[in-house]
C-alpha cells in the first residue's frame, strides 16, 4: 500500500512554518540587536504578525512534541517533507 498524501492540514502547518519562520528569526536578531522587539507598524500589523508567528512557532513545536509523546513518532513529513 503507497503512503497517504499529505492532508490539508499538513500543508497549511508546512506553509505557516515557512511564513513564520524568518519574520521570528529576524525578530530575535532585532531583539539581540536593539533590545526591542520589531516596531508595531501601521495600525500594529507589523507587531501583530510578529506575535502570531511566534505562536505558530510554538504551536507547531508543540504539536511535534504532543505526537512524539501520544504516538511515538514527530509531526508527518508534509509536503516535499518540511514538517516531519
Do not use: H, Q, R
Request: hydrophobic residues 50%; aromatic residues 8%; charged residues 5%.
Amino acid at each position: 500500500k503507497p503512503p497517504a498524501e499529505p492532508g490539508f492540514f499538513a500543508g497549511f502547518g508546512a506553509a505557516a512554518g515557512l511564513v513564520a519562520a524568518p519574520i521570528l528569526l529576524f525578530s530575535v536578531y532585532n531583539v539581540a540587536a536593539t533590545g526591542g522587539g520589531l516596531d508595531p507598524g501601521p495600525y500594529g500589523l507589523l507587531g501583530a504578525i510578529e506575535g502570531v508567528s511566534y505562536l505558530a512557532v510554538v504551536g507547531i513545536a508543540g504539536a511535534g512534541l504532543v505526537s512524539k509523546a501520544s504516538k511515538g513518532t514527530g509531526l508527518p513529513a508534509g509536503p516535499l517533507g518540511l514538517l516531519g
